[in-house]
């Protein structure tokens, strides 16, 4: 098993910058691919970006393309989500996601990829 715990959520005004942060435990945080979802209320749950479990090959969705970076600290098992320049339609739950089969420097978009998620953590952007 692997627990995910997010947190770096909370409330900015557009324009804004926030750092979430991902930890992780119960296994070889390295051998995992990571992602990052998205959730506002009455939508789907949406990839924002992903990163390999090396951290060498990353990819970003195109509503935030520009204004985020995902990262990694495989020696403190914690990935990471900057964001800059943050819109108001960025307000959504934001949760990490882990993958435990991973393959070369690959990186996974869909949801169904992951095998383990976190609790979510809540980012509100004000007008």
């Known amino acids: 098993q692997v627990q995910l715990v997010e947190s770096g959520g909370g409330l900015v005004q557009a324009g804004g910058s926030l750092r979430l942060s991902c930890a992780a435990s119960?296994?070889?945080?390295?051998?995992?691919?990571m992602g990052w979802f998205r959730q506002a209320p009455g939508k789907e749950r949406d990839i924002v970006a992903a990163?390999?479990?090396?951290?060498?090959?990353?990819y970003y969705a195109d509503p935030v393309k520009g204004r985020v970076t995902i990262s990694r600290d495989n020696a403190k098992n914690t990935v990471f989500l900057q964001m800059y320049a943050l819109k108001p339609e960025d307000t959504a739950v934001y949760y990490c996601?882990?993958?435990?089969?991973?393959?070369?420097?690959?990186?996974?978009?869909?949801?169904?990829?992951?095998?383990?998620w976190g609790q979510g953590t809540q980012v509100t952007v004000s007008s």
């Open positions: 996601a882990a993958r435990e089969r991973t393959y070369g420097a690959n990186y996974y978009t869909r949801r169904d990829d992951y095998d383990y």
């Open positions: 119960g296994r070889t945080f390295s051998s995992f691919a």
């Open positions: 990163i390999s479990r090396s951290g060498g090959r990353t």
